[in-house]
């Protein structure tokens, strides 16, 4: 059985099991949009590995940070948008 | 097959552009040639910084008026050119270096140049990301910055352009290309930057090589470009590498950093060690940089003019550590570090417009207006002697 | 004791890692993502990897190899390579040898409304899938070209996805050609693909009359994967609000709407030549394998990739990277990135490399190797061949589609240019963090631009990591 930690995505508690993305949280905190592109579009993973630049959220405080590559760790603030 | 034209501009680089522009509407046939697209050579490589630099009587002259000429073409189509009316901001690190402020501002302000000294506290105000320590400052509002790349190829519309187009020769009224063509012109104007020495034997310039990184974006972090008043020094002084903290907000919330100076040649790697030392310099003076992504490095190089006659003397800086030195045991000392501009007599209807060093685009506008008049037999808006190339051949050092 | 950098834990990289270590070399395999695996063997929090990854995971294991998870390679200087590491700092290895195993990434066409959110990559569904991203009852249309749309569809039909179709865009003549050669050449792998035909799936079953086209297919009934596997069949644009909620397909005759809560959708593989190009290694213009029924050698795939000799050797330009730094001998490079050829051949062409990075390539072992791979290589001949994308993509994007999503710079800013470098300082286009890698793919097949030089660092590096060294 997977340990269950707790993130918050936007404010909100979530529950993720230990060792998913960050990327993995947001979705399962059911966003689907990452960013705003530099004219203001939703935009949302692509390349899935760290290529592509479009899963950058703010992490504990820390903007541009790739959602595909960071790990969830408990207590950790996400932030989308 | 040789073709005829009233003007061929060997360079579309923003000098060249800017030749182009000024002489357009006096109805002569205008070719502006490019090695490459036109843009893209020093000018694609640089920041942008329109700024006035008081180094010497004739920088201030030729830096000052090119300004307003800026302000007065970007204000209009701000967006096309990226205009961004940041100022500069100049930062004194302690009180020998707020001498120097004291004594730029009496410069600029002789020259009607709008100025602020600041001291400790507003500093701050304005920058509160400086590094704490500093001194104090000059904050020059009406310097800005544009994007060069787009500036040179709206200064080129409705003019004709050849890119990809390399020029081997310029002799007596006529330019050969590589590819066995020549072309026939009354007027001939070297704007080839950095590689103008390669048509033009006799110019005293060479390439000093000077990169930059960009940032990803951060909005709001600064809002001046703010320049070290060691970049003065690192100007001046003639050291095969040297550093100074220069940061420039882009209108994309992305950040400019530089600066760098080497004499390198034409070496095309990046210096990992001097871009090092450039961001040491840069996170000093604003410590929360190291914090921001860097996206890219590249260099271009400065068409650097290292003349031999002696440079004026520099009755504004002599009192200060970051006045030009003579070149004590260092390279060649430079001599006056102005562009070269005008007629050049050993070529029939050969003019020059080169050696900018890192003003090119500020003075981009003030070389053409200085050049057309010379070209069009009109009164020159400012005077034309210190910039002019006979300077080179008076005195044989 | 030699010292050996492996950048890259794909499949090429650990077989080279193992090989080396195995013959007595002292090695250290890097990788910027958390755990090893590459593409292929992506680690996955639900389901097992295959049987050939774990074995080869337990061999990377006993062999004493120093595996470097997290750790980003940003430049390369002399004989060192410096990395970034996840939580902070940079760091410099040294190497006698260093062996390039960074494998590749897709290949994004841009078409209209692509860069709506849950629109993504095949390969980077599947990424996300085994991250931890919920599948269940999505619509999901799959898109673009290759085996690896069967593959993905079959995982995500596994991970309780509805799949509306898997839309591929060569041909069912190639489709049949590729079937046999598989058969021929990798008798397994057909068995692994008929097995994701048959995959059980909630599907997207037309509602009868069908052939009329333009009715949503919104039935969704328990079937097998191939009845919605659609050859010449392609993407022509996806449409939503704040994300994909329907995508129009063509078969070139007729245009029809699927419903969509997700689209995969990429069009095969580009080789990730960034570091080799840093290195100064040699790289090669590959050609797009269209026309391929003259019989023309398509071993590349659109992109660059590295050149090697049957060694795994690169060719270098003396000079070009830092000071004392010496070409050839030291550089070796395996994988995706001497062309797309499928996890067999890259591991063949890592076992190869490692052999030879260890100085043991005159052996037996070596020998029979090169022989393996001499037979793999056919078989990826046949994969460029088979799913060689048709000239009719090129007219995909509409002039308001965005090509830079880094920049939001779109195809009619950009078709009018002339090249990479100076499109890039006229539009901006590749001047974002992605540092031109999904533009620059796009644009190569596109408008046949080169790509720009590549330049340090080769991943944004946060500044106080630069100055730590």
Redesign the interface.
């Known amino acids: 059985m997977m340990k269950k930690i707790t993130v918050k995505v936007n404010d909100k508690p979530v529950v993720v099991p230990e060792g998913v993305t960050v990327a993995a949280a947001v979705y399962m905190a059911g966003e689907t949009a990452f960013r705003k592109s530099v004219s203001g579009q939703l935009r949302s993973p692509v390349c899935g590995m760290g290529i592509c630049y479009e899963c950058r959220v703010q992490i504990d405080n820390q903007p541009h940070q790739l959602a595909c590559h960071q790990l969830c760790r408990e207590g950790m603030e996400i932030r989308t948008l | 097959m040789t073709e005829n034209y009233d003007v061929v501009i060997v360079g579309g680089g923003i000098v060249g552009a800017a030749c182009a522009a000024e002489l357009n509407g006096a109805r002569l046939r205008i070719l502006v040639i490019d090695a ?2 036109v ?2 050579g020093t000018t ?1 490589a640089s920041m942008g910084h329109i700024v006035v630099m008081d180094d010497s009587e004739a920088l201030l002259n030729l830096t000052a008026f090119s300004r307003e000429l800026w302000l007065r073409l970007a204000k209009d189509s701000a967006s096309a050119y990226e205009y961004l009316p940041c100022g500069t901001l100049w930062v004194a690190a302690d009180a020998e270096e707020m001498d120097v402020v004291y004594q730029k501002a009496k410069n600029y302000e002789e020259h009607d140049i709008a100025v602020e000294v600041l001291d400790h506290k507003s500093l701050y105000q304005y920058e509160p990301n400086l590094a704490q320590g500093l001194a104090g400052g000059l904050r020059v509002a009406g310097d800005c910055v544009i994007y060069p ?2 500036c040179a ?1 709206l200064l080129l519309q409705g003019i004709e352009v050849r890119e990809n187009c390399n020029v081997c020769q310029i002799s007596d009224n006529l330019v050969s290309l590589e590819n066995g063509s020549e072309i026939h012109a009354e007027f001939i104007v070297n704007a080839a930057g950095a590689a103008a020495p390669k048509l033009t034997a006799e110019l005293p310039v060479e390439p000093r090589k000077g990169h930059l ?6 909005p709001g972090f600064c809002q001046h470009q703010i320049v070290e008043l060691g970049y003065l020094k690192s100007v001046q002084k003639m050291e095969k590498e040297s550093v100074a903290f220069n940061i420039q907000p882009r209108p ?1 919330g992305q950040y400019l ?1 530089g600066s760098s100076r080497e004499f390198a040649g034409w070496d095309d ?2 210096n ?1 060690n001097l ?2 030392r450039m ?2 310099r ?2 000093d003076y604003m410590p929360a ?10 260099f271009g190089y400065r068409p650097a003019p290292m003349l031999s006659c002696p440079p004026p003397p520099h009755v504004f800086l002599s009192k200060t550590r970051v006045g030009g030195d003579a070149g004590a045991g260092e390279s060649k000392n430079g001599g006056d570090k102005l562009p070269i501009i005008g007629n050049w007599p050993k070529v029939k209807g050969l003019y020059i417009a080169a050696g900018h060093e890192g003003l090119g685009i500020t003075t981009s506008l003030g070389t053409a207006r200085l050049l057309a008049a010379e070209i069009l037999g009109q009164s020159p808006p400012i005077d034309p002697a210190p910039y002019r190339p006979s300077r080179l051949f008076r005195e044989n050092r | 004791m030699t010292r050996i950098v492996v950048v890259g834990a794909g499949p090429a990289g650990i077989a080279a890692a193992c090989r080396a270590a195995e013959s007595g070399a002292m090695v250290t395999l890097l990788d910027g993502e958390p755990y090893p695996g590459g593409g292929t063997w992506r680690h996955s929090i639900d389901y097992s990897v295959p049987r050939k990854a774990k074995r080869w995971f337990n061999r990377l294991d006993k062999v004493g190899v120093s595996l470097r998870t997290s750790e980003t390679v940003v430049d390369i200087t002399g004989c060192s390579v410096q990395v970034q590491r996840e939580q902070g700092g940079l760091d410099s290895i040294a190497f006698d040898k260093l062996i390039l195993a960074t494998g590749a990434h897709e290949l994004f066409l841009p078409f209209p409304g692509w860069t709506l959110p849950n629109v993504m990559g095949v390969g980077g569904a599947q990424a996300l899938l085994k991250a931890g991203m919920p599948m269940k009852r999505l619509r999901v249309v799959v898109g673009g070209s290759g085996p690896l749309l069967f593959a993905v569809a079959a995982s995500l039909a596994k991970a309780g996805a509805k799949i509306v179709c898997v839309a591929e865009q060569t041909s069912r003549v190639q489709l049949a050609k590729f079937a046999l050669g598989t058969l021929r050449y990798q008798p397994a792998r057909m068995v692994q693909g008929m097995g994701y035909m048959l995959q059980n799936s909630k599907v997207a079953r037309p509602s009868w009359p069908c052939f009329h086209g333009l009715e949503a297919r919104a039935t969704f009934r328990n079937s097998r994967l191939w009845r919605v596997y659609w050859p010449n069949t392609w993407l022509k644009e996806a449409r939503g609000d704040s994300q994909v909620r329907e995508v129009i397909l063509t078969n070139g005759k007729r245009e029809w709407i699927e419903p969509a809560d997700l689209v995969a959708c990429a069009y095969g593989l580009v080789p990730s030549v960034e570091l080799a190009a840093l290195a100064g290694c040699k790289l090669s213009v590959a050609r797009p394998a269209w026309p391929c029924f003259h019989g023309l050698e398509a071993r590349g795939t659109i992109g660059n990739r590295v050149v090697v000799d049957h060694l795994q050797r690169c060719h270098g330009h003396p000079g070009r990277v830092g000071t004392g730094w010496k070409p050839v001998s030291r550089f070796f490079a395996a994988g995706e990135i001497t062309g797309i050829g499928g996890t067999d051949l890259a591991i063949t062409e890592g076992e190869i490399a490692g052999l030879a990075a260890a100085g043991k390539e005159s052996g037996t072992r070596a020998a029979k190797l090169i022989a393996r791979r001499e037979r793999q290589q056919k078989f990826a001949r046949l994969l460029n061949q088979s799913f060689a994308l048709k000239p009719h993509l090129k007219q995909l994007p509409a002039d308001d589609t965005i090509v830079c999503r880094c920049e939001d710079v779109t195809f009619g800013e950009l078709k009018n240019q002339t090249d990479q470098r100076s499109a890039k300082l006229y539009t901006r286009c590749g001047m974002g963090p992605c540092q031109g890698r999904v533009c620059s793919s796009a644009l190569q097949y596109l408008l046949d631009w080169e790509p720009n030089k590549v330049r340090p660092p080769l991943f944004p590096t946060k500044i106080g990591v630069f100055i730590s060294k």
């Open positions: 490459g697209k843009g893209c694609g790349p787009n190829a990184v960009i940032t990803a974006r951060y994309s950093i790697s990046i990992r871009v090092n961001l040491t840069a996170c940089l190291k914090e921001m992504l860097a996206i890219r490095t590249w």
